[in-house]
């Protein structure tokens, strides 16, 4: 009697311990998408800036995934006003929840910080002094950030380690310039402004290192040249490209799930 009394006493506790692990489960869950939910909702609003775009002759398309429902990645754009619009992308190391976290700090920095005349080299390094002291050690994120001028048909931009965007112009691929000391490594960063033409006709295609680091079916890193290949393929097929055709293209190489955050912009001035 002793001995069925101990094991049913201990199948209870048992079961109790399974249903507050449970409902802990439950409750992360929910967390997590609510965690999602304002993620996304910091991403920038088509039907706000539709009418904006459109004004100025820009075309955006934009993708963004991460990869265990909350991730270190963001994309976003600013109006300067007299024509001209920021956008940028950055990418926490890592992924998940801590990376989201650090996201959303980011973030607020940048709506802090943000002046619409200060050259991008000079916001890079506000934010890149900001940041450390909200950071735990060894975190940190890379980030470009660039300034579209439609009126002076120019980009003027700045890099912090991020990977290097694809400019697109007379049926041509390069990569630009981002190399940069990443956000929060040190408090007195500093960086080089860039500047190029972007007239009409042009595109700039930002991303996220999932393109470059994922690995193949073979299991060989997809890489730069890989990338390039696929913007250069759009172009002889079609002479533009974009963010739809880029990912069915790059799913047929590193089939999902990727290990690791997407983000993909591209951004370009309408021919009228």
């Known amino acids: 009697i ?33 965690a999602r939910i304002m993620q996304f909702d910091l991403l920038p609003r088509p039907e706000r800036l539709s009418q ?9 398309e934009a993708a963004f995934e991460p990869s265990s429902g909350i991730g270190g990645d963001l994309w976003g754009c600013m109006d300067c006003g007299d024509g001209r619009v920021a956008f940028y992308n ?9 990376a989201a976290l650090n996201v959303f700090r980011l973030h607020a920095l940048i709506a802090d910080h943000w002046d619409p005349q200060q050259e991008p080299a000079d916001f890079l390094a506000d934010l890149g002094a900001a940041l450390p002291a909200l950071l735990g050690r060894g975190q940190y994120a890379t980030m ?15 890099a912090a380690g991020a990977p290097a965007p694809i400019l697109v112009q007379d049926g041509r691929a390069e990569f630009l310039d981002s190399r940069g000391v990443p956000l929060g490594l040190t408090k007195s960063p500093s960086y080089a ?13 930002l991303y996220s290192d999932v393109f470059t680091d994922s690995a193949t079916a073979d299991g060989e890193a997809f890489g730069e040249a890989g990338l390039l290949r696929l913007v250069e393929g759009q172009l002889a097929e079609g002479g533009a490209i974009t963010v739809r055709c880029l990912l069915d ?22 021919l009228r």
């Open 144 to 158: 470009f950030f660039g300034i579209v001028d439609t009126i002076q048909g120019e980009l003027n931009w700045a």
């Open 249 to 270: 293209q790059f799913y047929r190489h590193v089939p999902p799930p990727l290990p690791d955050d997407l983000t993909a912009v591209r951004i370009s001035r309408v």
């Open 193 to 205: 402004g860039h500047r190029r033409a972007f007239p009409a006709g042009a595109s700039l295609f």
């Open 2 to 34: 002793r001995y069925a009394i101990t094991r049913m006493t201990a199948q209870i506790e048992r079961d109790t311990l399974a249903q507050r692990v449970l409902a802990q489960q439950r409750m992360l869950l929910k967390e997590l998408a609510t």
């Open 52 to 60: 904006r775009f459109s004004d100025l002759a820009l075309d955006v």
């Open 90 to 98: 950055f990418d926490f190391a890592g992924h998940g929840i801590g």
